[in-house]
Protein backbone atom coordinates (compact mmCIF):
# COMPACT_ATOMS: atom_id res chain seq x y z
CA UNK A 1 0.00 0.00 0.00
CA UNK A 2 1.13 3.49 -0.47
CA UNK A 3 1.84 6.05 1.73
CA UNK A 4 -1.07 6.08 4.77
CA UNK A 5 -1.18 9.36 6.31
CA UNK A 6 -1.80 10.03 9.89
CA UNK A 7 -5.60 11.66 8.79
CA UNK A 8 -6.29 8.28 6.94
CA UNK A 9 -5.53 6.10 9.80
CA UNK A 10 -7.39 8.47 11.94
CA UNK A 11 -10.27 8.34 9.79
CA UNK A 12 -10.37 4.17 9.52
CA UNK A 13 -9.69 4.51 13.61
CA UNK A 14 -13.22 6.72 13.91
CA UNK A 15 -15.22 4.22 11.84
CA UNK A 16 -15.18 6.79 9.30
CA UNK A 17 -15.38 4.47 6.32
CA UNK A 18 -18.64 2.48 5.50
CA UNK A 19 -19.86 -0.32 3.26
CA UNK A 20 -23.61 0.42 2.17
CA UNK A 21 -24.92 -2.79 1.43
CA UNK A 22 -27.79 -3.71 -0.48
CA UNK A 23 -30.04 -6.84 -0.30
CA UNK A 24 -30.59 -9.00 -1.98
CA UNK A 25 -28.41 -7.88 -4.78
CA UNK A 26 -25.92 -7.27 -2.61
CA UNK A 27 -25.00 -4.00 -4.68
CA UNK A 28 -22.82 -1.79 -2.68
CA UNK A 29 -21.23 2.20 -1.74
CA UNK A 30 -18.26 2.60 -0.39
CA UNK A 31 -18.78 6.16 1.38
CA UNK A 32 -15.81 8.01 4.04
CA UNK A 33 -16.81 10.27 6.33
CA UNK A 34 -14.83 12.74 7.55
CA UNK A 35 -14.84 16.83 8.56
CA UNK A 36 -15.59 17.62 5.43
CA UNK A 37 -18.53 16.00 4.76
CA UNK A 38 -19.27 12.01 3.37
CA UNK A 39 -17.75 11.15 -0.13
CA UNK A 40 -18.00 8.26 -2.72
CA UNK A 41 -15.25 5.58 -2.98
CA UNK A 42 -14.78 3.34 -5.39
CA UNK A 43 -11.82 1.37 -4.24
CA UNK A 44 -11.10 -1.11 -7.58
CA UNK A 45 -11.22 2.02 -10.03
CA UNK A 46 -9.22 4.32 -7.62
CA UNK A 47 -12.13 7.24 -7.42
CA UNK A 48 -12.79 9.80 -4.94
CA UNK A 49 -16.22 12.08 -5.06
CA UNK A 50 -13.90 14.70 -3.25
CA UNK A 51 -12.54 17.91 -4.90
CA UNK A 52 -8.93 17.53 -3.68
CA UNK A 53 -9.15 13.77 -6.03
CA UNK A 54 -10.94 16.00 -8.34
CA UNK A 55 -8.18 18.37 -8.61
CA UNK A 56 -5.38 16.15 -8.63
CA UNK A 57 -6.31 13.79 -11.56
CA UNK A 58 -7.82 16.87 -13.52
CA UNK A 59 -4.38 18.67 -12.73
CA UNK A 60 -2.21 16.07 -14.23
CA UNK A 61 -0.90 14.40 -11.10
CA UNK A 62 -1.32 10.84 -10.15
CA UNK A 63 -2.55 11.62 -6.22
CA UNK A 64 -4.56 9.81 -4.17
CA UNK A 65 -6.48 11.47 -1.59
CA UNK A 66 -7.12 10.39 1.99
CA UNK A 67 -10.19 9.08 1.94
CA UNK A 68 -9.27 6.78 -0.96
CA UNK A 69 -5.93 5.95 1.30
CA UNK A 70 -9.04 5.03 4.11
CA UNK A 71 -10.87 3.05 2.40
CA UNK A 72 -8.20 0.65 1.14
CA UNK A 73 -6.42 1.04 4.74
CA UNK A 74 -10.03 -0.12 6.02
CA UNK A 75 -10.34 -3.06 3.67
CA UNK A 76 -6.83 -4.34 4.52
CA UNK A 77 -7.61 -4.03 8.12
CA UNK A 78 -11.05 -5.41 8.33
CA UNK A 79 -12.27 -2.27 9.90
CA UNK A 80 -15.08 -0.84 7.07
CA UNK A 81 -17.99 -0.20 9.01
CA UNK A 82 -20.77 -1.99 7.02
CA UNK A 83 -24.62 -1.43 7.25
CA UNK A 84 -27.32 -3.49 5.49
CA UNK A 85 -30.78 -1.71 3.63
CA UNK A 86 -33.19 -3.04 1.41
CA UNK A 87 -33.12 -3.28 -2.35
CA UNK A 88 -35.35 -0.63 -2.57
CA UNK A 89 -33.96 1.99 -0.91
CA UNK A 90 -30.87 1.95 -3.46
CA UNK A 91 -32.31 4.74 -5.86
CA UNK A 92 -33.24 7.30 -2.74
CA UNK A 93 -29.77 6.66 -1.44
CA UNK A 94 -27.78 7.41 -4.90
CA UNK A 95 -30.11 10.44 -5.60
CA UNK A 96 -29.17 11.84 -1.87
CA UNK A 97 -25.23 10.62 -3.03
CA UNK A 98 -25.74 12.70 -6.29
CA UNK A 99 -27.33 16.18 -4.57
CA UNK A 100 -24.61 16.03 -1.83
CA UNK A 101 -21.48 16.39 -4.71
Partial sequence: MK???NKARSLVSA???KL???????RSIMTVVGKGGEHWVDTEFAFCSCPAYYFA???GR???CYHLGSALLAIE???????EFDDEE???FVR???MDL
Avoid: I, M, Q
Avoid at 20 to 26: D, I, K, N
Avoid at 77 to 83: C, H, I, L, P, Y
Fill in 20 to 26: HLFLPSR
Fill in 57 to 59: TTG
Fill in 96 to 98: GLV
Fill in 3 to 5: NVT
Fill in 77 to 83: TGAVEKT
Fill in 90 to 92: FDG
Fill in 15 to 17: GGV
Fill in 62 to 64: NAE
